[in-house]
């Protein structure tokens, strides 16, 4: 598409003869995201249509649908949003904690907390991109009683920016200014124009804690608030009980902000368990509602389908499962600290040995064997939405071309088969959660790596460890304590920029910042970090897109990271539940709109 086809379509649309949601449909198939389509419409002075995939919601009364219950096998440990360390941690905060807005599933903006979505046609965006304003829905009351305003949204811009705090979400508050208009009115000001401004207060970035609650609480003793672990928010649903790592249980809040809702009487998010279990407890016996992130052999879910109790979800968005190769060394301390920013990996430091590594990954046999319908193989980190797919990067699978590399780069075999060089023995450690697919792939890389002389000692942690925010955890992702780990990130938004900036050299995971920063590979690359700020302000959504390419071709092509399979959101529900689920948030991001049909 040339730029001269875009000013024809906008121009169509302010004429009336194409419509808003043609428009976005029509670049949609061109890889341009929805809520980049929505903001070219909204720079012209054409507002927004409204999201149009959340289901029609049938019930016409409030409570009366019994209890509503949900597994998850990896379970959760606290319920504050901005210390929400894995998806599970985030998913379990969103059943209390809401944001201004959430994506759904076609990529548009739903209100949530907010009264309507901002655009330039009602001034809640501002023409030069610099500015985005959010009227709050009024009424809105925290599960105490407290009245809900303007005090609370700009409460959580200063608790998230404040490196006291040391929160998750501070990436998307540290770099812009929040002004209260009025009691129901806020101003996010940017520094400069800025193409993606529904980051902060959106999604699971965006959900807002109560200010009363934790206002002393705003420091160095953040973690410390009885509130991490009894939440009061705004959600459909109160707080009844949390057992860490265990179960989590609310009950209807009777004074919610939407009519009729929420249907269920109560609510209980299960964890523990496997993946297998937790598919087999809503497709087989039926003891659960819904089982969410079946990372499960998809021959075994189509043989559990069969029963007809239940039915597997599958829906497309920009998670990943992939493999990183530790940029720093994790064997040795510096001044305290292992896998120091100030080390350097013994092997990885060598380009060589990470080709061999990415050319010993069998993607092929791990999508046809393991994942199926749950995993296609992929070469790009950056997958989704097209537009943002990178033509350039190829996978390939060739133990032989890996000999020849490391042979040519002088590691050369010992007595044990394991190549060595200048000291250095490529052994490494090589861990993951518990799961069973994973541990498949584990070994089909294992195999691969033995035959090319690299010894891959395999390493299991149980998920709730794994995926802890316990900063006296080592075994936990974050820390990357290991050479080798593999795990799925999750792509929140329908737009990159949040996904990208997990390589950006400022959010290196680190003793500094509680192991909280998103960059855990602890990769750096100056042109990344230029081009990065280059896409934060880039307003033309084709440069924009070739950014983001760039990007991920320089990440994919370092080799640290080598992508393996494309997660789109496999879950498994009963057939008479209808859920409301985008692979551009959080599952329960309208956990308000579930019910049963009877």
Do not use: C
């Amino acid at each position: 598409m040339t730029e001269d086809d875009l000013r024809q379509m906008i121009g169509r649309v302010k004429r009336g003869s194409l419509s808003r949601r043609g428009f976005v449909k029509r670049l949609a198939a061109f890889g341009l995201t929805a809520p980049m389509a929505t903001q070219l419409l909204a720079l012209h002075g054409i507002s927004p249509a409204s999201a149009q995939s959340v289901p029609a919601y049938k019930p016409t009364r409030r409570g009366g649908g019994g209890p509503l219950k949900i597994l998850y096998w990896q379970a959760s440990t606290l319920l504050n949003p901005h210390f929400a360390v894995g998806t599970t941690n985030q998913e379990a905060s969103r059943v209390f904690y809401e944001p201004l807005a959430g994506w759904a599933a076609d990529g548009t903006l739903y209100p949530v907390l907010a009264a309507e979505i901002p655009s330039v046609e009602n001034k809640g965006l501002s023409e030069d991109g610099r500015s985005v304003t959010w009227k709050l829905k009024r009424g809105v009351k925290w599960h105490d009683g407290t009245d809900f305003s303007a005090d609370d949204v700009v409460f959580n811009w200063e608790y998230a920016k404040n490196p006291q705090v040391a929160g998750v979400s501070s990436g998307s508050y540290t770099d812009v200014n929040v002004v209260k208009v009025d009691d129901h009115t806020v101003r996010v000001e940017f520094n400069k124009p800025t193409p993606f401004w529904a980051d902060a207060f959106v999604a699971s970035r965006g959900m807002l804690i109560p200010k009363h609650l934790f206002k002393d609480y705003n420091g160095t003793n953040a973690r410390d608030a009885p509130a991490n672990l009894r939440p009061v928010g705004t959600g459909a649903y109160k707080f009844v009980s949390f057992a860490p790592g265990d179960n989590l249980r609310g009950e209807l809040n009777p004074n919610y902000h939407m009519n009729n809702r929420p249907y269920f009487d109560t609510l209980e998010v299960k964890g523990g368990g496997d993946a297998v279990s937790a598919a087999r407890a809503v497709l087989q016996t039926g003891d659960f509602d819904y089982a969410w992130n079946l990372q499960v052999e998809d021959e075994i879910l189509k043989r559990l389908e069969a029963a007809n109790r239940g039915k597997v979800n599958i829906v497309e968005g920009g998670n990943i499962e992939f493999i990183m190769l530790n940029a720093t060394d994790p064997s040795r301390e510096v001044d305290g600290e292992r896998a120091s920013i100030k080390s350097e990996h013994p092997a990885f430091k060598d380009p060589a040995v990470r080709e061999a590594m990415s050319l010993l990954l069998d993607r092929g046999s791990i999508e046809r064997f393991i994942y199926g319908r749950g995993g296609p193989a992929t070469s790009n980190f950056l997958n989704n939405p097209p537009r943002f797919a990178s033509p350039n990067t190829r996978w390939e699978f060739n133990i032989e071309k890996a000999n020849q590399i490391l042979d040519q780069a002088g590691w050369a075999r010992g007595r044990d088969g394991i190549r060595t060089k200048d000291g250095v023995r490529l052994r490494f450690i090589y861990q993951t959660s518990v799961n069973a697919p994973r541990q498949r792939t584990q070994a089909i890389y294992k195999q691969a790596a033995q035959r090319a002389g690299i010894d891959l000692e395999l390493k299991s942690v149980t998920a709730s460890v794994f995926f802890s925010a316990d900063v006296a955890n080592p075994d936990t992702y974050t820390k990357f304590f290991a050479d080798v780990q593999m795990y799925t990130t999750t792509m929140t938004q329908a737009d990159p920029q949040l996904f990208m900036n997990q390589f950006v050299s400022w959010e290196i995971s680190s003793k500094a910042n509680n192991w909280q920063g998103r960059n855990i590979v602890r990769w750096r690359n100056e042109e990344y970090d230029r081009i990065f700020r280059d896409a934060e302000g880039e307003l033309d959504p084709v440069k924009r897109a070739a950014l983001f390419i760039r990007m991920n071709d320089l990440i994919v092509g370092s080799n640290h990271i080598i992508p393996l399979v494309k997660r789109p959101l496999v879950s498994a529900s009963l057939n008479n539940l209808n859920t409301v689920l985008s692979a551009w948030d959080n599952t329960h991001w309208l956990l308000s709109d579930w019910f049963r049909e009877t």
